[in-house]
T-cell receptor, first 114, second 114 residues
């Protein structure tokens, strides 16, 4: 298993600014993912964070808006750039460990854009 | 390609009565199937998983699910609901088609009445 922490847990940001969310796993993992969960909705995969290379983005998400870093096997960041109220969501980090197929999730970052 | 359909957006039961949350899937790969639970303002917790072993899978907190390939279903059940079961439940299908692809259902809100 893996224990995942995220920082910040919540934030209120102004339109046009950027926020970087950090995701830390307590052990080395093979894959890390970033999800968005809009109010009352299910989870939508933003991208797979690849260690040492550019993230793989899902349809509808672009690097300029959601730049992602993954410098090592236990850490990743997601930046929400040039924010608008439509970016108000919970952002969740998840990880997949070697030999397992289930994802472990962080507690999420609740973002409100005003 | 793969998809998952949770047939009910809300399920309401009385405490002590059985719970049934329905999930149908489609997948071009040999799927792994999961149920996650999300309590209000909390992260996601894995309830149980199916990974091509036993078709009846037992999870935490008395939940279980049965994989039925002929019906492409993976319904979640519990014999007797408890007030603490009130939460959002997500059915997830994942598979490998060159890359790991997780897909979330829209979620089912379980309401438990005293």
């Amino acid at each position: 298993s893996a224990v995942i922490s995220q920082k910040p847990s919540r934030d209120i940001c102004q339109r046009g600014t950027s926020l970087t969310i950090q995701c830390q796993v307590d052990s080395q993992v093979t894959m890390m993912f970033w999800y968005r969960q809009q109010p009352g909705q299910s989870l939508t995969l933003i991208a797979t964070a690849n260690q040492g290379s550019e993230a793989t983005y899902e349809s509808g998400f672009v690097i300029d808006k959601f730049p992602i870093s993954r410098p090592n096997l236990t850490f990743s960041t997601l930046t929400v750039s040039n924010m608008s109220p439509e970016d108000s969501s919970i952002y969740l980090c998840s990880a997949l460990t070697s030999g397992q197929v289930e994802q472990y999730f962080g507690p999420g970052t609740r973002l409100t854009v005003t | 390609a793969q998809s998952v359909t949770q047939l009910d957006s809300h399920v309401s039961v009385s405490e002590g009565t059985p719970v049934l949350l329905r999930c149908n899937y489609s997948s071009s790969y040999s799927p792994s199937l999961f149920w996650y639970v999300q309590h209000p303002n909390k992260g996601l917790q894995l309830l149980l998983k199916y990974t091509s072993a036993a078709t009846l899978v037992k999870g935490i907190n008395g939940f279980e699910a049965e994989f039925k390939k002929s019906e492409t279903s993976f319904h979640l059940t519990k014999p007797s609901a408890h007030m603490s079961d009130a939460a959002e439940y997500f059915c997830v299908v994942s598979g490998w088609g060159g890359s790991y692809i997780p897909t979330f259902g829209r979620g089912t809100s379980l309401i438990v009445h005293p």
